[in-house]
């Protein structure tokens, strides 16, 4: 399968492909955020998850997919620092405020700093269209961001610490898509990075979720927990994987921003799942967001 993947590199069907792994990430990414805000603490939820992605890692990364190259080592070590961060910083953020109203912060100053990232580590540049469509995302996830701000009824008194970690969170979004990027691209075998990934990854939540779940004087039951855990664990593989697979096949900058398009889908999670509202303006704003990820992948 790496070598399938490698040999797409470069050619027009390898930029379909990283436009259907985009656009496929940015569906499972928003279905992953609302698990880790749904019925249970972020934390726990964010620890059942990673515990089940890095057991389900482990035999891959052991048995089926080449050993890593020596080289590897030190990239998976900032991979796993960058990632216990942006985690840190998104559950901060998810336990403060709505669900619609940080996670198109977090989404929204993401692409932005991938873009320059990209520019800097890989050369990659956009043309005056691709920044327009930049524009037009931006403006619709921000002015969703800005709507849902002033619509919502809920932990109010800690919007404005949410809204400060989700630009936080956003940040780091954007060091960890160019950091994968460059990682995958490092690894001979793209699946050698991604089994490795995700077994390193999930070693540390789960300890400090366990020992929470400890302390806790009325914790909630194990099963419906790992049930959520087990859920994520393979939603975790299609978003994250996705977008890694994209970035190595396409330019990094298009596939961040097409990823974004999970704020659209987030708001419908919210109003479906989460039973948050959703109205004629919301719709007109994703509708803005959609517009710009088509400009900048048409623009390039």
Request: hydrophobic share 55%.
């Amino acid at each position: 399968m790496g070598d399938f993947i490698i040999s797409l590199e470069g050619t027009p069907s390898g930029e379909w492909v990283a436009l259907g792994l985009a656009l496929l990430a940015a569906f499972l990414h928003a279905f992953f955020g609302a698990l880790q805000k749904g019925r249970h603490d972020p934390l726990l939820a964010r620890g059942a998850i990673d515990a089940s992605y890095g057991l389900m890692a482990a035999p891959f990364a052991f048995f089926v997919v080449p050993w890593p190259e020596p080289h590897m080592w030190p990239i998976f070590a900032g991979a796993f620092v960058i990632h216990a961060l942006y985690k840190w910083a998104a559950l901060a953020s998810y336990r403060r405020g709505a669900f619609t109203v940080v996670y198109p912060v977090m989404r929204g100053t993401g692409p932005l700093f991938t873009v320059i990232g990209a520019w800097l580590l890989f050369g990659e540049t956009f043309n005056g269209v691709q920044w327009l469509g930049v524009g037009v995302l931006l403006a619709g996830i921000y002015g969703l961001a800005i709507y849902n701000m002033r619509k919502i009824t809920v932990a109010r008194d800690t919007l404005v610490p949410a809204l400060w970690l989700a630009v936080l969170t956003g940040l780091f979004v954007a060091l960890y898509t160019t950091y994968d990027a460059y990682g995958i691209r490092a690894a001979a075998d793209p699946f050698t990075f991604l089994a490795w990934f995700f077994f390193i990854d999930g070693l540390l939540f789960p300890i400090i979720a366990g020992r929470a779940y400890l302390r806790m004087e009325d914790p909630p039951a194990f099963g419906p927990l790992a049930l959520r855990g087990f859920i994520g664990g393979l939603v975790a593989f299609g978003s994250f994987g996705s977008i890694m697979l994209a970035t190595r096949l396409d330019h990094v900058g298009e596939a961040a921003v097409l990823r974004e398009t999970s704020t659209v889908f987030a708001a419908l999670i919210g109003w479906l799942v989460l039973r948050e509202t959703v109205g004629p303006r919301r719709v007109a704003l994703m509708g803005l967001i959609a517009a710009g990820a088509v400009i900048v992948e048409m623009g390039g």
